[in-house]
């Protein structure tokens, strides 16, 4: 199943840059303002997650703070 690109093209990049780095889309179900969630390779309660939102204040800010967010991460490989 595909997700759907982000309207924003610097947020979709960001989420395409994650993506590379192993970090998986998840649909944010019904919630008005996430747009969706960006989960790390380690799948499990320690594992790091980024809101995505649909319409951030400042959609550069926010691309910014999702590369930054996948670059802190530490969890690399996924460990079952």
Known sequence: MRRSKH????????????????WKYKDSGKSAHAWGQLLCPLHTREGHRILIWSTPRSSYNHAQQICRAVDKCQHDIEEE
């Not at 093209?9 to 840059?17: D, M, R, T, V």
């Open 7 to 22: 309207p924003n093209k610097e947020i979709e990049g960001a989420i395409l840059y994650a993506e590379e780095n192993g």
